[in-house]
């Protein structure tokens, strides 16, 4: 039988206290922190830093399918997955799919790809699933909700915990909802929700699946569930006949209410403790629920080298500025820059570019063996070695997953950005290249020649309707 | 092997529009008051003009944009058009072609209005759509890199980097004070300097060269018809190398570029020195105007003309060897630094402030009140463009001498 064959996860490097957000509107209070995605960061971006942290030691082309999940996608109509899919060089025959509109979405996403591996249609499946939800300001949702993204990749092969069985309920109960033109996402009063749905269709789903399993509460090492509220949260465990120590704890104040992701990444901290034999249930919320059972092997021990929930909480900085938050978001808007309009994003160009743009792709020259990466204005595949002059003598070089040092940068006051300066980076690759970045999630002030950075998926620019997706470089910080 | 335009071609007038925010003035008047000053000094008539060559960048596009305001008459007009060494290029183009004797008189111009735009920088569109792969950043953030990995390399903390790039800006306020033809006429403390905000780290305000509005052009014949044009006034100014070198543009991605200097600057120069018969150029140039878009590139620029050994110009720059009363003036004029930059103007408004040095003319220019700063003597000249980003750009070095230098 299928089951989770890897893990990943991401967290933004920015943590926004909620006391902070308090204090902006005159309110008091505010307990813990949530994590906000950068305003280069979205779903798409944050769904391949998870994806790439479930694929170290793993060949990205061995990925059948990605399965994309989130309510919040950039775009109603272009398939997001396959924009992830790209950028993490899965093969071009995988069959993506976005999972989206329901809060379920993660462990649905998850569903579907246990069928497609059992069925036989696909080996290895990845899902992601991320989420930035928008809560208007002032209100409790944007208190509530964080950023986040969880990542797996599903299999029949060096499973690293087996799945025992899964129980659906659909409910179109509507506690939250959005619809498709609107920023903010709505809610019926809390109690409504609390009462008729959270506290009452899990429990159905879990005891769903515990019948069906043979299994008990005590037969549990950890149940991972999905909660907006901690009280709340441990009512539910509590219902459910889960002691305190079996509920795994569910981020809310050190990442926040993470929607669709947030179900999968208490499910990653949670395998990040666990043992060969723990058996684990993990249970999202959102017009229903999905309940599944997972036991745990020993092939987890192979794969301890994940930055997951755990690495990820400590590579944080505190931001102490709403107002740049508002920025980041579009909340409030903002004095045009007075720079040259951009000239439309040229969708011919970006597709003539996307196989060797979007996962970073660069060359090595078969004679001279030199790495090298090639940007011009509009085009990445180099024609002519730039050491030794060979015209297309060259095989496929990737620079996503390489490090590399700062040979020099500038931090731009005058140049576009939402979070100036603009740091205008050279980086040389370990093991040869160079290429110029925008260096991104880094204080001004830690920035010096040769330091040491990694590559992160980002979105450029947003311009006339279209997301610009691309590479830029931030502090290596593990 | 190449050739040599050595004292070939010679100048035979030029003018020079005040350069400034002109706002009273579009491109067409600019034009046609530096075309006409040239005319006037050369005492030609504009259609003793056989053939133009008009840089500009964003004036416009074909040769029409110079034939329609001069009126001229079904002549041949190419637009030149290489970044920063825009009006060099069309100087040189101007000069192979009487050297080639297809014409007697030649005029090269150069004009940009950049400022109607409603942005300050550099504005104009990109070349092709635009696209994700290249990292947002501008001319100053890019040029700033220099002054980063400069520091770095030669171990310089950053009070003392700053303090030698504001001494560059310094030295050219100095200058550009003297000019009425500058933008900007104004001597800058260096305190002011180095407290100036920051435009890209570590560069700040008065490190940036602005963005002006001007025209300069020159008239461009055989040494014959110059000696005889200028028969009783201020002899010809003959030229003695021209240089252009493009960079393959490959410094962001080729690890062996170091950021602290500007390799096809190197190479133009070394190319030009041969053509002038030039070795030991700290000795033998007596002045230049070299493209101080920011201070740091004027810096750098001085090692890679070999003003300077490399790592040293720090020495040189505080010790005041560059000023207008030291042994080698650079920006004798104020520069880009006072004189803002017209990209298609640039290239002849450097050579125009040699040719008046050379002529020993160059008070024509004064300030009223102010003291001379006509540099004695001057035999050779260097003029400098660098269009582009120092990891990849188009570089114009060119000399400029009297008979005989």
Known sequence: MAGIVSYGAYIPYYRLPRSVISKAWGQPGGRGEIAVANYDEDPISMSVAAGMDSLRGIDPKTVDALFLATTTAPYKERQNSTIAATALDLSRETRNADFTNCLRAGTTAMLSA??????????????????????????????????????????????????????????????????????????????????????????????????????????????????????????????????????????????????????????????????????????????????????????????RDRRGIKRHLDIKRTLDNYEKLLRWRGTVPMEAAARPAKSPTSMSSLWREHRSALPLYGVKCKKCGTAQLFMDFASTRARVCLECFAKDEFEPYRFATKKGKVASFSHDYLALSQDPPNTLTVVDFDGGGRGSFEMTDRDPEECQVGMEVEMTFRKIFFDKGVHNYFWKCKPARD | MPGSIKDRVAIAGMGCTKFGERWDASADDLLVDAAYQAFEDAGIEPGDVQAAWFGTTSSANT?????????????????????????????????????????????????????????????????????????????????????????????????????????????????????????????????????????????????????????????????????????????????????????????????????????????????????????????????????????????????????????????????????????????????????????GASGIRMLYEMYKQLQGRADDILNPGMPSRQIKNPKLGLTHNLGGTPDGCMIFVGIVGLEGA
């Open chain 1, 114 to 303: 246990l069928d497609a591996a059992n069925a036989g249609s696909a080996k290895s499946i990845m899902v992601t699933a991320a989420d930035m939800r928008l809560g208007a300001p002032s209100g409790d949702n944007e208190q509530n909700f964080g950023n986040g993204a969880a990542a797996f990749l599903v299999g029949k092969e060096r499973v690293i915990a087996d799945i025992e069985g899964s129980y659906t309920i659909s409910e179109d109960m509507a506690d939250t909802w959005r619809a498709h033109d609107e920023v903010f996402v709505r809610n019926w009063e809390e109690r409504f929700g609390r009462e008729e749905g959270y506290s009452k269709i899990p429990i159905e789903a879990a005891a769903g699946v515990m019948k069906q399993c043979g299994l008990t509460p005590k037969d549990f090492a950890k149940a991972c569930f999905y909660g907006s509220n901690s009280r709340a949260h441990r009512a539910l465990g509590k219902s459910m006949g889960f002691t305190p120590e079996q509920i795994q704890e569910p981020l809310l104040d050190t990442v926040g209410n993470t929607g669709a992701a947030l179900p999968l990444m208490i499910l990653v901290a949670a395998l990040e403790d666990a043992k060969a034999g723990d058996r684990l249930l993990l249970c999202s919320w959102g017009n229903g629920c999905d309940a599944i059972v997972l036991k745990v092997t020993d092939e987890i021990e192979k794969i």
């Open chain 2, 63 to 343: 040769g029409m944009g110079l034939s329609q305001p001069l009126r001229l008459q079904y002549i041949p007009i190419t637009r030149v058009e290489n970044a920063c060494a825009t009006a060099s290029d069309a100087f040189r183009n101007a000069c192979y072609a009487v050297a080639a004797g297809i014409y007697d008189i030649a005029l090269a111009i150069g004009v940009d209005k950049l400022k109607d735009t409603g942005i300050s920088g550099l504005g104009g569109a990109q070349p092709n759509p635009s696209h994700v792969l290249a990292p947002e950043s501008t001319a100053p953030g890019n040029f700033a890199l220099l002054a980063t990995t400069y520091f770095s390399r030669y171990g310089l903390s950053f009070d003392e980097g700053k303090h030698m790039i504001g001494r560059v800006s310094y030295k050219s306020h100095k200058n550009g004070a003297l000019c009425r033809n500058a933008h900007f006429q104004r001597e800058v403390p260096m305190e002011t300097i180095l407290n100036a905000p920051m435009i890209a780290w570590p560069l700040g305000l008065y490190d940036c060269c602005g963005v002006s509005y001007g025209s300069a052009a020159a008239i461009i014949t055989t040494p014959e018809i110059a000696k005889k044009l200028r028969k009783g006034k201020e002899p010809p100014v003959f030229v003695k190398a021209l240089q252009i070198s493009a960079h393959p543009r490959d410094g962001k991605y080729n690890q062996k570029y170091d950021y602290t200097h500007v390799e096809s600057t190197v190479r133009a120069a070394q190319a030009a020195y041969k053509e002038a018969g030039i070795t030991k150029p700290r000795q033998e140039i007596n002045m230049a105007e070299v493209h101080d878009c920011f201070s740091i590139t004027e810096a750098v620029t001085m090692e890679d003309l070999g003003f300077s050994p490399r790592g040293k110009v720090r020495d040189d720059i505080e010790n005041g060897f560059f000023d207008l009363d030291g042994k080698l003036p650079v920006q004798p004029d104020g520069g880009l630094k006072c004189f803002g930059h017209p990209i």
